[in-house]
């Protein structure tokens, strides 16, 4: 299968790059054109520490994520990717500027995003079944009662492959199983924004294709919007429809690509196609020319 990839960088890179072909987007059935802007970052600041261990961040940064779009976040090791997530999420309160979810200002955790973190053994809770966790991830859903949250999850639970294991504890099944409950507590709470920190990171090489390609599928099933934080370039690309380049601390947005890969996207055809490899070649050039002047 023939795919094809198209670069396209913003002059300034601080504003978001539009797609040039709005039918390789066919299969999520929208064009960015007419996408509503759903998450809004602008000018933000944010320092961690104390004294003279004070240490910035981000500084001055600004970049958005529209409604049903895959968003992959990528940079240089120690540039600020989870504390940028943290600040998306209202976990974390920004020094200036602002974040902006669904038009409203985020200052704190606000309801319609859900974060699934990197270190899922420790974000489950290993006293309750997986069934249970998922449930747990439904407590602000006042429209649901007990019966209908237990069916819902266990809908989730056979949606990412854990039919069977409803009654069974997070230290009971493998990591990648564990990752499996993490991911369909994020998507029980039924949010708009899916905020994803570096999620597959702890597993292996093949449960993390597969784990890529349930997301995505998740993802359009369930018509979310997803900012995935991640080392890995190849797979930030695999999954995305634009890339976002950090900077060096104190972080910025150094550039955006529009990736406008074919969909559905394969493990195989996808990662062999010439476009891919010169986006990934593109972007590593980046990061390595930021760490070469650290």
């Known amino acids: 299968m023939q795919v094809h990839l198209k670069l396209q960088r913003d002059a ?33 600041a944010k320092t961690l520490g104390e004294g003279d261990k004070r240490n910035q961040i981000i500084g001055d940064l ?6 049903g779009e895959f968003l992959s976040i990528v940079g240089p090791s120690g540039c600020g990717k989870t504390t940028l997530l943290m600040c998306l999420a209202g976990l974390y309160a920004v020094d200036s500027g602002s974040v902006m979810f669904d038009d409203k200002p985020v200052g704190a955790p606000p309801p319609g995003v859900s974060v ?3 270190d899922y053994s420790r974000s489950l809770l290993p006293w309750k079944s997986n069934l249970d966790n998922v449930v747990f991830g439904m407590k602000r859903a006042q429209d649901l ?25 997070p230290w009971q099944v493998s990591g990648g199983m564990q990752q499996r409950v993490a991911i369909a507590r994020g ?4 949010s708009r924004l899916l905020l994803l920190d570096e999620p597959l990171a702890a597993v292996d090489a093949q449960t993390r294709a597969e784990m890529q390609d349930l997301l995505l599928d998740l993802a359009k099933r369930y ?32 550039a955006e690509f529009a990736v406008t890969l074919a969909k559905p996207r394969t493990q195989l055809e996808t990662r062999e196609d010439r476009g891919f490899l010169d986006l990934r070649h593109k972007i590593l050039a980046m990061i390595h020319q930021m760490r070469t002047q650290a």
């Open 187 to 190: 998507l029980a709470a039924r």
């Open 145 to 169: 009662n007990r019966a209908q949250k237990l069916e819902y999850a266990q809908e989730l639970l056979a949606s990412v492959g854990l039919t069977g294991f409803e009654r069974h504890y």
């Open 116 to 118: 699934v973190f990197q």
């Open 62 to 67: 600004s970049f958005d994520a529209r409604e």
């Open 12 to 44: 300034s890179a601080s504003q978001p790059i539009e797609p040039s072909r709005a039918s390789d987007f066919a299969t999520l059935n929208r064009a960015t054109s007419t996408m509503r802007t759903l998450l809004k970052v602008q000018r933000i």
């Open 223 to 254: 018509q979310q919007t997803c900012v995935l934080v991640t080392h890995d370039v190849d797979e930030a690309i695999y999954m995305a429809d634009r890339v976002v380049v950090l900077s060096r601390r104190p972080t910025v947005v150094a």
